[in-house]
């Protein structure tokens, strides 16, 4: 299905000039970037990373083969053919919403808007709900049709999804799966769940609880595009792609809360899930959109609604108890958690994540600024390429390595890997480590860490690496022994960024400060910089 013979050649069947190269690396599972590339080239290279997100070997257990024979024997398709795109939509819109072209939310507009009878209040609530509708589709640069029903339906499933569907084949869906796709018609047989169906409740859903939830889903949104003070958790999860974070984010929330409070559980829950997401992927176990529901929905119903405090209490308990993955390893799944962490197609994106961190922390702690949203992005002029420490060059290392595969899983470790500009990066390609030290001396702390000279001229660095016990150490060469100690290295400081110890920084003590800010380097997404003293 991928290629044919022509003729004794091999070619693939999409036979498309500009898509062979992304084709060819996705293939033979080498290296490619797409930065800068066509829209297609993209959608190939992202689609194909949806594969890697699907474990076939639970999707089998769970009823795959089951699900196809229903598909052909049960399943009609129906072709209608159209003149026009016009034609074709009109169809659609008739077969699907009776001829009125209504979204969802307008639907559950309407619905809770009809038990209002005062004239005064249902104009009000339909003017409320209007107004935030509108701001939540303008919010950012580009309009979005889609994103009051994205809200929508985290808003629900954050505050009043109580079941979820059962995890066997035939399992019918629940609050969580319905609200992600007929949200308007399930608040409706949930009326009494959610507190709507009389006017004085449906009035109080439009006009406060509907904006206070989608003016916190706008300030989610917002730090996850900019790198903000005190919610730096919230972008680094959305740097990850974690695309169930907003409606986690939503579930410890009430109206009560005030602006400091909100802002404190969002970072308390984001932090929360930075540390559950990087010990996974760490350990190669699957974060994507469908591989995590089932623990969304159940991390939702147990933080929802609590005070702070309880907040972090149960968040905290949660990464102590629940399982064993750490950075160390998961021995009950087999895994080894940063010793056995290389570079291939699932974890590059985690591992840029993890040498960004590992490098804004070192810097930050280091009394140099927290630049860790300029080291992820992708679309600077001269943006941060992964550099091996290692040239590509296995006849050079024949005596160390026995074979080119043992050379490129000790190449490949996270510990023999760091982040440079990329004309750096370029320029020190073929070159051995003696001859590229040198350069990294004048690049950012964690890649300078190997050098001597470092040593002798950067007195905050020495400081930061006494006081968080941290095994940097300068190398004149760099071997297997070399790597074996850094990534020693890349485990303490692992466990310096994401400790669980960060969630007590959201914290706000009795005489009303906050928690303890002091001594959390900027880098470590600890002290919420500019909410305490």
């Known amino acids: ?68 024979y229903w598909l052909i024997n049960k399943v009609g398709l129906i ?47 339909n003017q409320t709900w209007k107004k935030t509708v509108q701001g939540l589709m303008y919010w950012g640069t580009e309009p ?79 730090a996850s595009a900019t790198y903000t003070p005190g919610l730096e958790p919230v972008f680094y999860n959305a740097n ?36 559950w997401i990087m010990r996974r992927t760490v350990n190669y176990i699957r974060v994507g959109y469908s591989s ?22 149960v968040l905290k308990d949660k990464l102590a108890t629940e399982d064993d993955i750490t950075f160390e390893g998961s021995p009950s799944r087999g895994r080894h958690g940063l010793e056995q962490l290389g570079l291939n197609q699932f974890s590059r994106r985690y591992i840029y994540h993890l040498l960004a961190r590992l490098t804004a922390y070192t810097e930050a702690g280091s009394g140099r600024p927290d630049l860790f949203d300029k080291y992820v992005d992708r679309s600077a002029k001269n943006a941060c390429d992964i550099e091996h420490i290692w040239p590509d060059d296995f006849d050079r290392y024949k005596q160390i390595f026995s074979t080119q595969q043992e050379f490129d899983s000790w190449r490949n470790d996270v510990a023999a890997l760091l982040l440079l500009p990329a004309d750096v990066n370029r320029s020190l390609q073929g070159k051995g480590y003696e001859e590229k030290v040198p350069h990294y001396a004048k690049q950012n702390l964690y890649a300078a860490s190997l050098a001597e000279i470092t040593y002798k001229h950067q007195p905050q660095f020495l400081n930061f690496a006494s006081e968080q016990a941290l095994p940097f150490h300068a190398y004149a060469t760099f071997g297997r022994q070399e790597e ?23 914290r706000v003590l009795p005489d009303g400060r906050g928690g303890p800010w002091h001594g959390a380097p900027p880098g470590s997404g600890g002290a919420p910089k500019g909410w305490a003293d």
Not at 485 to 499: F, G, I, M, P, T
Request: charged fraction near 30%; aromatic fraction near 10%.
């Open 79 to 125: 072709e209608i053919s159209t003149d026009s795109d016009a034609d074709a939509y009109a169809i659609f819109e008739t077969m699907n919403d009776r001829g009125k072209p209504l979204s969802p939310v307008d639907m559950l507009k309407a619905s809770l808007l009809g038990p209002i009878e005062d004239d005064e209040q249902r104009a009000l609530a």
């Open 144 to 222: 979005d049709a889609e994103r009051d029903s994205t809200f929508v339906k985290a808003w629900l499933r954050a505050k009043y999804a109580q079941t979820t569907r059962e995890r066997k084949a035939g399992a019918i869906d629940e609050d969580w799966e319905l609200i992600g796709t007929v949200f308007h018609r399930w608040i409706r047989e949930k009326a009494t769940r959610v507190g709507a169906g009389g006017a004085a409740r449906n009035l109080h859903l439009m006009t406060e609880e509907f904006p206070f939830f989608a003016r916190t889903y706008q300030l989610i949104l917002e």
């Open 484 to 506: 074996v100690e850094r990534s020693q290295l890349v485990l303490a400081l692992a466990n310096k960024v994401w400790s669980p110890d960060r969630l007590d920084h959201c």
């Open 240 to 275: 990850n792609d974690f695309t169930w974070q907003p409606t986690v984010l939503l579930a410890p929330l009430t109206l009560a809360d005030d602006d400091e409070t909100v802002k404190r559980k969002i970072a308390a829950t984001a932090t929360y899930l930075d540390i």
């Open 1 to 68: 299905m991928i290629y044919s013979d022509n003729y004794g050649k091999r070619e693939f069947n999409l036979n498309v000039p500009d898509r062979l190269p992304v084709l060819r690396a996705l293939f033979d599972d080498t290296d490619y970037n797409a930065d800068g590339k066509e829209e297609s080239v993209k959608n190939i290279v992202a689609r194909y990373q949806d594969i890697l997100e699907v474990d076939l070997s639970e999707a089998l257990k769970n009823g795959l083969e089951t699900f196809i």
């Open 292 to 313: 995590v529901s089932y623990a969304m929905w159940r991390l939702c119903r147990d933080i929802r609604d609590n005070p702070l405090d309880a907040l972090i209490d």
